[in-house]
């Protein structure tokens, strides 16, 4: 039976191994393939021999219901039974790296793979049981190292900058509040709409014939004793 491996497009600058049916668990290989992902094999080996002494977790991201908490990593655990069968296959992918003429000092982890294999009934005690297996699978690539941007060296006179002197923002005294002066009682202009005063009419006089008026003058005349002047 021949393996399908999961990454294609091979290049000649690339290397893999497989390691098929292996008993270990595919929970604990997932979490394991993603803390080695992009790492050199020696780092990657350096890092899962930690883990077999129990100086460093392998955090759990993704199947970590019910796990404990590591200091600095959060959910984490120290699969060792996983990690020598990694460590094994890191080195037989770095012998076949060396096999085909890449060059050791360039390679990185491209890609690591972690599939379920076929479950075999256990013997004996758990008989009647099934055992988990895996499939490991990795490949390397020869990549040149990403060179980091050298830091320009300042001198102690370019270091020593001038410092700004602080200015303090000057507070302005506030105003004193000036006591409100009481003011004088508005005096209501008088209203112009108000209804003028009624004037007190005047009693017209008695309108009087102009035959009566002129029978009292005759009448006046009349009673007036008439003085005669005599004459010597």
Known sequence: MTYKYATQNMTEKMAKA???????????????S??????????AIALLESVLTQKTAVPYTRFNWDIGHKKGIGPGRYPQKASTEFISLIKLAVANATDIGLNVNKLRIFNVVSQKGAKKYRHGRHRGQKAKHTHLEIVLVEAEPVAKPAKKAVSKTESAKPVEAKVE???EPKAEARPK??????????????????????????????????????????KAPKVEVKSE
Do not use: C, D, H, W
């Open 18 to 32: 497989v390691r098929t049916s292996l008993a270990v668990s595919t929970k604990q290989s997932v979490e394991i």
């Open 34 to 43: 993603k803390f080695i992902k992009g790492r050199t094999p020696a780092n």
């Open 169 to 171: 923002p000057k507070i």
């Open 181 to 222: 002066t009481e003011s004088a009682p508005k005096v209501e202009a008088p209203k112009v709409a108000e209804k003028a005063e009624a004037k007190p009419k005047t009693e017209s006089a008695p309108k009087v014939e102009a035959q009566k008026v002129v029978e009292k003058t005759e009448g006046s005349e009349a």
